[in-house]
Antibody, heavy 122, light 110 residues
Framework: QVTLRESGPALVKSTQTLTLTCTFS??????????VSWIRQSPGKALEWLAL???????YYSTSLKTRLTISKDTSKNQVVLIMTNMDPVDTATYYC??????????????WGQGTTVTVSS | QSVLTQPPSASGTPGQWVTISCSGS????????VSWYQHLPGAAPKLLIY???KRPSGVPDRFSGSKSGTSASLAISGLRSEDEADYYC???????????FGGGTKLTVL
């Protein structure tokens, strides 16, 4: 069974750096075709893709947030970490991580974590 | 504003058939496979359709997807009250080098 779980602070202040961890089980990020993606949803807004890392350690970022994001993986711990710098109240959102199994679903995100809510205070 | 355009809302009565459109361009829908997600309040998004028209196991065949050129559609037949949710299309965009989501469509079951 594939599961993912996001963890990180619920509250950060403006200009601070946010570090989120996605801990997963049921698959290996060293297996060809496997990827983990981060997505967020601000209150009342649509889903927004943030970043993706694949089995080969290739990394992809949202063009609008590229300068503020860093994604990395620790295969031995089954974790993917997303770092977002210079947080602003507009970054208040629920942050999700999701698996992408390119062997079966192309870029479809087939399993999602429950999400973690981050509030940015000014 | 997303590069994928969805209608902000759709509605239908129980038992009806409804469709949700997703319009893009050659750099996304025109050259890549489309996915669709159902997002219920307070829950994680759920993959409904991948590779334009494939359903993951467990997704009822009331849900179907199609693609033509630079547009895609999600169809729901035999509408049920539990289908009331937000629906998103998503696709890889070659110009942006990443996935993009549509703006979402709020489906109301009357």
């Amino acid at each position: 069974q594939v599961t993912l779980r996001e963890s990180g602070p619920a509250l950060v202040k403006s200009t601070q750096t946010l570090t989120l961890t996605c801990t997963f089980s049921g698959f290996s990020l060293s297996t060809s075709g496997m990827c983990v993606s981060w997505i967020r949803q601000s209150p009342g807004k649509a889903l927004e893709w943030l970043a993706l890392i694949d089995w080969d350690d290739d990394k992809y970022y949202s063009t609008s947030l590229k300068t503020r994001l860093t994604i990395s993986k620790d295969t031995s711990k089954n974790q993917v970490v997303l770092i977002m710098t210079n947080m602003d109240p507009v970054d208040t959102a629920t942050y999700y991580c999701a698996r992408i199994d390119r062997n079966h679903y192309y870029y479809g995100m087939d399993v999602w974590g429950q999400g973690t809510t981050v509030t940015v205070s000014s | 504003q997303s590069v994928l355009t969805q209608p902000p809302s759709a509605s239908g009565t129980p038992g009806q058939w409804v469709t949700i459109s997703c319009s893009g361009s050659n750099s996304n829908i025109g050259g890549n496979f489309v996915s669709w997600y159902q997002h219920l309040p307070g829950a994680a998004p759920k993959l409904l359709i991948y590779r334009n028209n494939k359903r993951p196991s467990g997704v009822p065949d009331r849900f179907s997807g199609s693609k033509s050129g630079t547009s895609a559609s999600l169809a729901i037949s035999g509408l049920r009250s539990e289908d009331e949710a937000d629906y998103y299309c998503a696709v890889w965009d070659d110009s942006l080098s990443g996935p993009v989501f549509g703006g979402g469509t709020k489906l109301t079951v009357l």
